[in-house]
């Protein structure tokens, strides 16, 4: 494992990604920085984090033997690994919500972009990058949803962000090493046990702006969000195509 720290960068991925473009990168190189100034989430989404107060990273790993078609399991590696890290510190009420967000009492505390490198019909790498609010106590009110681990856990004291980033790491080794055993069934039942309402009935809007009522029972061959109607049809979404009302 080899850790790049940089005081300021547009985006860890981003410096990975042209890293990996000059040289031949190590299975589990890593970049953080301390002020991440143009972070990127899910479909052009930005990730807004405040300097020196939270872990902003990208991890590059390979040699997980993965078939396209089989991508949602590292998907599934990579949010159980926050999950777990996560639940080592006690953060009360944690969930994944679908597909990637980790929530702590229904409030966003980490976020995951997950860029993949593609030969064939296989996932040969991927760069994971990892925005997880840890002693910010105060957010912009465009992210009223937002929380931290400082404040979940209500800790008087800072976290140590170098012990935090290691304990996630080793985390990532243990899940994807799940992954390249090819255990596919372990990593699904583990994340369907924390997925964000499963199975309540909840109200939700497509991309119409339509209303429906639904409930989540599951994630699809390929990755899409399985909601069963009240008709009890079951129908899927992909990513943007539904949120909750």
């Not at 078939?67 to 969930?95: C, G, M, R, V, W």
């Not at 106590?137 to 681990?149: H, I």
């Not at 596919?184 to 997925?195: A, I, K, P, R, S």
């Not at 008709?231 to 899927?236: A, F, H, L, W």
Request: aromatic share 10%.
């Amino acid at each position: 494992m080899k850790i790049i720290k940089l005081n300021a960068i547009d985006s860890t991925n981003s410096f990975l990604k042209e890293m990996g473009q000059n040289s031949t990168l190590k299975n589990f190189t890593v970049v953080v920085t301390n002020n991440q100034e143009k972070g990127r989430g899910q479909v052009e989404n930005k990730w807004i984090s405040k300097p020196f107060k939270n872990l902003t990273f990208s991890v590059f790993t390979k040699d997980f033997d993965l078939e396209i078609k089989d991508q949602k399991y590292l998907n599934f590696a990579i949010s159980l690994a926050i999950f777990n890290t996560l639940s080592n510190y006690k953060t009360p009420n944690l969930s994944i919500k679908w597909p990637n967000d980790i929530l702590s009492a229904n409030k966003k505390i980490c976020g995951i972009l997950i860029e993949n490198n593609i030969k064939g019909t296989k996932i040969t790498s991927s760069i994971i990058g990892i925005g997880l609010n840890v002693n910010q106590e105060k957010f912009a009110d465009s992210l009223k949803n937002a929380t931290s681990l400082k404040n979940s856990t209500n800790s008087k004291y800072d976290y140590d962000l170098d012990d935090l980033l290691l304990e996630i790491i080793e985390n990532l080794k243990n899940t994807i090493h799940l992954l390249s055993l090819k255990k596919y069934q372990e990593l699904e039942t583990g994340y369907l046990n924390v997925l964000y309402k499963k199975n309540i009935p909840s109200m939700f809007k497509d991309r119409n702006d339509v209303l429906f009522m639904g409930k989540i029972i599951g994630i699809s061959l390929y990755g899409n969000l399985q909601v069963e109607l009240e008709d009890e049809i079951v129908k899927e979404f992909g990513l943007k195509e539904i949120s909750f009302a």
